[in-house]
Structures are given as C-alpha cells and as structure tokens.
C-alpha cells in the first residue's frame, strides 16, 4: 500500500487549504482513511478520519472548521481546511487502517502565518 499526499502550503491565519491522499496498491473494501499532524516538539495526533462506510471522527480542535471527505472509487481521502490557525501548523500525514495494519503517507507541511 502506498499513500501519495498533496496540497500543503503556506497560508495566513483564517486561511483555507485542501489536502488531497491517494492510496494504491492492495487496498480492501473496509478501512480507515484519515490525516493525522504533528507539530514541531509535539506528538502526532489524529485530525479526523473517516470509514469507508461513512463514520467521521474528528479531534476537537478542529471541529467546525475541518471536513474530511473520501472517494472509495479512488481510494483517495480529502481534508478541507479552513478558519485556520497558527496552531494548525504542522506536517500532516495521511493514513489508511485495514485488516489491523496502519499505512502512512510521506506526509506535507502546512504553515499558518500569524
């Protein structure tokens, strides 16, 4: 399994920006696909996930202004970011969860200038 993120960048506080993971190689039917980010000096967290089946799970930090999305066909997962803050700032990650094994993607910077 190979996960390909992009859309990271250098926005200003309130900004918006999308970030985009595609996945490949042998991904099953259920899993779990989501953006997890880790600061500087800081554990990688989660930022919000999404089934294949629909469920959502999102950290509250960014609820309300954060929205994952997926399109299974493609086996590719989006994240819509927005009012951001400089707290937001970080490498984020794509991940994908099936069968038990976790999958990470190379990850993109996202920087939110003040």
């Known amino acids: 399994v190979q996960l390909q993120a992009s859309g990271g960048g250098l926005v200003p506080s309130g900004g918006s920006l999308n970030l985009s993971c595609a996945g490949s190689?042998?991904?099953?039917?259920?899993?779990?696909m989501g953006w997890y980010r880790q600061a500087p000096g800081k554990q990688r967290e989660m930022v919000a996930q999404?089934?294949?089946?629909?469920?959502?799970n999102y950290a509250d930090s960014v609820k309300g202004r954060f929205t994952i999305s997926r399109d299974n066909a493609k086996n590719t997962v989006y994240l819509q970011m927005s009012s951001l803050k400089p707290e937001d700032t970080a490498v984020y990650y794509c991940n994908l969860q099936q069968r038990g094994v976790g999958y990470w993607g190379q990850g993109t910077q996202v920087t939110v200038s003040s």
């Open positions: 190689g042998s991904i099953f039917g259920i899993n779990l």
């Open positions: 999404r089934g294949s089946l629909g469920s959502t």
